[in-house]
């Protein structure tokens, strides 16, 4: 008997439920990869709608990307996070606490764009190879933190 593959929704929420064991550290597929959770606000719901999304790292900002594995459209989430751009980031500190904030985000376009996601594809061949996948340019979104406060920390 073939085992059943979890659903995209019980996949994420396992990853998040391991990001949150863990201080922002996962195994499997992502082991390794610097992950966020992001919090958007439902475009039609007005509900909130947590996802984990791969992130890099850009001086003061956190860079996500809207790849959904290279598949045709772009994930619930950016939709979300155009409909209205403000939104929760959670994010490991590295020393086994995560650290939660507002930020604001910023789709990026152009030649800005094109290069932030050429470093991520350099960082890990899987998204060169999602954008080959697909004819749509993925999105490359800078969350810009809204506050200079020291965020939430929880282990």
């Known amino acids: 008997m073939a085992k059943r593959q979890p659903t995209p929704a019980e996949f994420n929420q396992f990853v998040m439920d391991e990001f949150r064991a863990n201080g922002g550290r996962v195994g499997g597929m992502f082991e390794g990869a610097p ?85 991520q594809s350099g960082l890990d061949p899987a998204f060169a190879a999602y954008q080959a996948g697909t004819t749509r340019v993925i999105p490359v979104i800078a969350l810009n933190r809204l506050d200079s406060r020291p965020g939430i920390r929880a282990r």
């Open 35 to 119: 992950l966020v959770l992001l919090t958007t606000t439902g475009a039609r719901s007005g509900r909130p709608h947590t996802n984990p999304a791969v992130c890099l790292r850009d001086g003061d900002r956190v860079l996500v990307f809207a790849s959904n594995a290279g598949g045709p459209r772009n994930p619930a989430w950016y939709h979300n996070l155009l409909a209205d751009p403000r939104v929760t980031v959670a994010i490991g500190t590295g020393d086994g606490d995560i650290e939660t904030y507002t930020a604001e985000a910023v789709p990026l376009e152009g030649d800005e764009r094109d290069r932030l996601y050429a470093v």
